[in-house]
């Protein structure tokens, strides 16, 4: 199986910076994606940032220019560093890594973080 595992959440004040980390480990034969999405209670989850196999990030309108996604492949680690925090920001983050597995010879699958929680704060 694969794991994921994010960190990195806390509380921080608005303009302020924070980076999230996320790794995944486990039967990798390798990754794919690896992207961050975001959910606050009663909505539903949104995409963040993407980074894909190819080296190409994408991005939710609403961090685009504050918020940047890198990863690490010797580390199957993914990064989201956050600045310029807004109230709006505030959210519990998951991770999601699009894998091979070592068990699994079809097809690449979604595999997800328990979620780390960023709070913002005035």
């Known amino acids: 199986q694969v794991q994921v595992v994010e960190s990195g959440g806390g509380l921080v004040q608005t303009g302020g910076s924070l980076t999230l980390s996320c790794a995944a480990s486990?039967?990798?034969?390798?990754?794919?994606?690896m992207n961050w999405y975001r959910q606050v209670p009663e909505k539903q989850r949104e995409f963040v940032a993407r980074f894909d196999s190819g080296g190409n990030t994408n991005y939710a309108d609403a961090v685009k220019g504050r918020f940047t996604i890198s990863r690490d492949d010797h580390k199957n680690t993914v990064y989201l560093q956050m600045n310029s925090l807004k109230l709006e920001d505030t959210a519990v983050y998951y991770c999601?890594?699009?894998?091979?597995?070592?068990?699994?010879?079809?097809?690449?699958?979604?595999?997800w973080g328990k979620g780390t929680l960023v709070t913002v704060s005035s």
């Open positions: 999601v890594v699009k894998a091979y597995s070592d068990d699994d010879l079809g097809p690449p699958k979604d595999y």
């Open positions: 486990g039967r990798i034969f390798s990754i794919s994606h």
